[in-house]
Every structure is written in C-alpha cells, then in structure tokens.
C-alpha cells in the first residue's frame, strides 16, 4: 500500500506528470485540479499543503490529472469556466469562453441598449453576462444545438437573468422575430485548413460545430451579413467575434448590407478581433 501522501507532494507530482505530457501551465491545473478534488476554493490549497491527503480525495485528484494529462480540458474536468467575473457552467456540448471574448462584452457596453439578440449564444456566456451587466434590459439567444440552448438556459438561471432571457433552438435568423438594438454573436470562424493547429483540448474537446464552418471560416459571416440589416433596430449596432485575419472582408460584409460606422476592434494583445457596424437612422432604444 502506499504510504499517504501530503497535499504538497501530491501536488508536485501530478505538475510533473503533466509537464511530462507536455501540458501547459502544468502547476496551475495541478493546484486547480487539487482544489476541485478537495471540494475547496483554489485560494485554500496553501492551506492544505502540508496534511495527508484523504484517500478519496487522492483517488478523485488520480483521476483527474489522468484525464488531464490526456489534454481533456481543465473546465471540462471541473465543470466551469470564468468570464467576465462570472463562474460559466461548460461542458464538451459548448465551446468554453475566452477572454478574448471579453473585448466585446466591453464594446456592447459602450452603449446603453434594451434588447439583444445572441446569434449562435452556445454557453450563454455572452448574453447572460450583457444582461447581468443591463438589468433592464431583455434577450434573445439562438443556438443550432438543443444542447447548447440546455446550458445556455442553465446559465441563465445561475446568474438571475432567465427571466429576461428567451432562449431557442435556431439556424441563424431562423426562429428571430422582432428588432433589436444590439445584435451579438462569436459565430464559428477557423477554416477547415486551420483545425489542425488548435491544441488538443480544443481539436477534441469542443464542439466542432461551434469551431468550424468546414470551409473558409466566413459562411456564418455571410449568412449574418444578409440579414442583419432587417434586425436591427434605427441605431442598433451589430457586434462579431472574428479570427484576427477577418476583419477586413467580415467589415466589407457588413457595409455591402448597408451598415454605417464600419470598424475593426482589437484586442488586449492588439489583434483585430470584433466587428462593429450600425443600423442608419436615430436610435429609438
């Protein structure tokens, strides 16, 4: 039998065994991992470091550094994922947020808006975020996948929001009625050729749907472009998520759709990252 091991050591050993598996930040997913199998905050694993380590708790933290040295992804493994100050519940059916994706919750709250719509929402995280942060506001959120409009939903009930919050299975404009004077969407953007240089916690954990659009990374682009113009609001703006080498044709996009104030936000490391068009007209939010 082996003899019991401190939190310290078992800690230390399972940063190595990562490292070994070429994981990055191994030290970090071995105290979040830790944490998570101690049922405490990762603030509190200091706290533990020098005692045994109970055997359930060793065996639950065996099986997730094995999971992990296998590139399962470290929010997949503890269920949740942080964005915007906010604990996100994920899983394999939704693409985890991203801070990147930050940038433009920042540029949606630049302005005051009433309704939005969140074209392709998968975990929600960015229409529950821009409703928790606009308590008057009101929502709409659509999803090809029935799965993620379940975790969407969860999500909306985490953080108080899902009574404002109208969440429904979609393709695109599908199911959206009405106008809105912000419209939002991360749509899938890595062309076919590019999904071989994603890690392998993204490669195989998430939802190819909500990565790829299995041709060039534009078509969701192309079918937003079409018709956004209908939806949005006198005023309203339209915000897109892109890959750092779209903005240029995703911007051409939205003013051959006849949008107005075309721009190409970056991101906190300088890339471009976020479209933003207005509907002409005076806003009547």
Not at 156 to 161: E, G, I, K, N, T
Not at 189 to 206: C, T
Request: charged letters at 25%; aromatic letters at 4%.
């Amino acid at each position: 039998m082996n003899a019991p091991q401190t939190a310290a050591q078992a800690m230390a050993a399972a940063a190595a065994r990562l490292r070994a598996a070429g994981v990055p930040d191994p030290a970090r997913d071995a105290r979040v991992l830790l944490a998570h199998a101690a049922r405490i905050e990762a603030s509190r694993v200091t706290l533990i470091a020098p005692e045994d380590l109970d055997p359930d708790v060793a065996e639950r933290y065996e099986q997730l550094i094995s999971l992990r040295a296998i590139r399962v992804p470290v929010s997949h493994l503890v269920g949740e994922r942080e964005f915007y100050g906010r604990r996100f519940k994920v899983s394999s059916d939704v693409l985890d947020p991203r801070p990147e994706t930050e940038c433009l919750i920042e540029a949606a709250l630049a302005e005051p808006f009433s309704r939005v719509l969140d074209l392709g929402l998968g975990s929600g995280c960015i229409l529950v975020t821009l409703l928790a942060e606009q308590p008057k506001a009101t929502g709409l959120g659509v999803d090809l996948s029935e799965a993620a409009c379940l975790q969407a939903s969860a999500n909306a009930v985490l953080h108080r929001v899902e009574p404002r919050a109208d969440v429904r299975q979609s393709d695109w404009f599908a199911q959206v009625e009405g106008q809105f004077d912000l419209i939002v969407s991360n749509p899938p953007y890595i062309a076919l050729d590019e999904m071989e240089g994603l890690s392998a916690e993204v490669r195989g954990h998430e939802p190819e749907m909500a990565l790829t659009d299995g041709a060039d990374g534009l078509s969701a682009y192309r079918a937003i472009s079409q018709q956004v113009a209908e939806y949005l609001a006198p005023g309203g703006r339209v915000l897109l998520e892109i890959g750092p080498t779209q903005g240029a044709q995703v911007a051409e996009m939205l003013r051959t759709a006849g949008l107005v104030d075309v721009r190409v936000l970056p991101d906190l490391d300088g890339r471009d990252r976020v479209v933003f068009g207005r509907n002409c007209g005076e806003n009547t939010a």
